[in-house]
């Protein structure tokens, strides 16, 4: 099956400048910031984006050349039904909203209180659909805010694009624990590529290896060999696992529980100085080889909040935490790997489709494990996320530039349900957990 249609609109390269003429400011810092809005025609919220607005010397012509990626200020990315609500010819279309505010106490309070706004500019977006396969860019340049007394009147600079993100989307069939099929799915179709198998004994993690009888994890400690057979008579979660299988029946992927998840002291939580941890493995040569590391707590500030990091594991590279943040333990939310902001140019990959139900391809298992880290490049994955007590049935995007064969889909999928499992894993010890997962 092919992928789904996605576009992303980015913005960056913010900057704002005054003529030479114009009081000059005291204060290194700028004081300006912005509220970055999509016009919503659809059903769908999309989140408002904040971000401080450097301020640039009149002598300037522009920002500091460099990718729009490198000063990412907002991404707003849309599916194929929003791209079409947003390309649906009307009398006000969609555009994409800034608006300026002066005052620097407003970003330091999580804008609870605005400052004092300063100018609006709006950016048209046209029709979306021309972004499903080229990269649109819809400003680049400088525009006239402000206007005060004595020529006062400021300029601000953005870049907008709008790009092509295919990716394909699986879904659980149903909670991780119940070891239900996974899905690809494409608009209304649904087709069966992977079946799980979780299992919550001790010794999971041994058991499930099966005839690989070893696992091997490159640039990480080994102590936690020792915490899958461990008796110890104390509470704690440990033994999950989660065992992802191609349709002919062969293991793809698994997520393993490798540090039990304990309460800290006095405490009926998880806690940041003791995270319960996943390895996420792949196979290869008779053996399973790490691909990363997912480690998740509860927030001592935040009672309602899950958080996690993720690093990936590979041979070519040194672990590199790429996602870290917090999901809300009652309302769920989505675990993301997206470096948009940090990478240095688009990647486009000739991969457009991959036949994930087949029993062979044309890979290498000498590849497995070995992608280098630095092709970690804009959006890499997301998985919904239930809040504790909801039915969770994980729906997981992945970018086509990260999918060449049915292992790299399928560690994504072991990946996003580990972060599901994390969510009941880090619940208070004072309740107990549904059978399945006791």
């Known amino acids: 099956m092919d992928p789904c249609l996605f576009v992303r609109i980015l913005v960056g390269n913010l900057a704002i400048k005054f003529p030479a003429n114009s009081k000059p400011f005291s204060s290194s810092t700028s004081p300006y910031y912005c509220k970055i809005r999509l016009s919503n025609r659809s059903n769908n919220q999309f989140d408002v984006h904040v971000a401080t607005i450097p301020l640039l010397s009149p002598q300037q012509q522009e920002p500091q050349q460099g990718s729009l990626s490198n000063s990412l200020a907002a991404c707003f990315t849309l599916d194929e039904t929003q791209i079409e609500s947003y390309s649906v010819p009307s009398k006000n279309p969609p555009k994409l909203k800034i608006d300026i505010f002066k005052g620097s106490e407003g970003m330091s309070s999580g804008l609870v209180t605005d400052g004092q706004l300063f100018g609006r500019v709006s950016v048209t977006l046209g029709d979306l659909r021309e972004a499903e396969t080229r990269m649109r860019v819809l400003h680049n340049g400088w525009v006239a805010i402000g206007g005060g007394k004595k020529g006062s009147l400021a300029e601000f600079y953005l870049r907008v694009r709008a790009e092509p993100d295919p990716r394909f989307v699986f879904q659980f069939g149903g909670e991780p624990e119940c070891s239900p099929q996974v ?18 004994c001790r010794n999971a993690g041994d058991r499930n290896l099966g005839t690989m009888t070893s696992m091997s994890e490159h640039g990480t400690p080994r102590n936690w060999l020792p915490s899958l057979g461990s008796n110890k008579d104390q509470k704690e979660r440990k033994g999950w696992s989660i065992t992802i299988h191609d349709l002919s029946g062969s293991p793809v992927a698994m997520a393993s529980m490798v540090t039990p998840f304990v309460p800290s002291p006095r405490s009926d939580r998880v806690s940041k100085s003791n995270p319960g941890a996943w390895l996420i493995l ?3 040569h008779g053996t399973w080889t790490s691909w990363g590391r997912l480690e998740a707590w509860r927030d001592n500030s935040h009672s309602d909040a899950v958080c996690y990091r993720f690093d990936p594991l590979h041979d070519t590279a040194t ?8 999901i809300n333990a009652k309302t769920g939310g989505k675990f993301t790997i997206d470096t948009s902001s940090s990478e240095a140019t688009p990647v486009n990959s000739p991969h457009s489709s991959c036949d994930f139900g087949s029993g062979s391809g044309s ?8 992608l280098p880290q630095v092709l970690y490049r804009g959006f890499v994955m997301s998985s919904s996320v239930e809040g504790v007590g909801k039915c969770s049935k994980p729906e997981v995007e ?17 990946l996003g349900a580990a972060m599901d499992l994390s969510m009941h894993a880090c619940k208070s010890f004072s309740h107990r957990l549904r059978k399945g997962l006791r």
């Open 183 to 200: 899905f690809q799915v494409q608009g209304n179709t649904r087709q069966a590529v992977f079946t799980s198998k979780f299992s919550s």
């Open 282 to 284: 792949r196979p290869g």
């Open 319 to 326: 672990p590199t935490t790429v996602a870290s943040s917090t």
């Open 363 to 370: 890979w290498s298992s000498s590849d497995f494990g070995l």
């Open 398 to 414: 992945v970018g086509v530039q990260h999918v060449t064969c049915r292992e790299d889909a399928a560690a994504f999928v072991a």
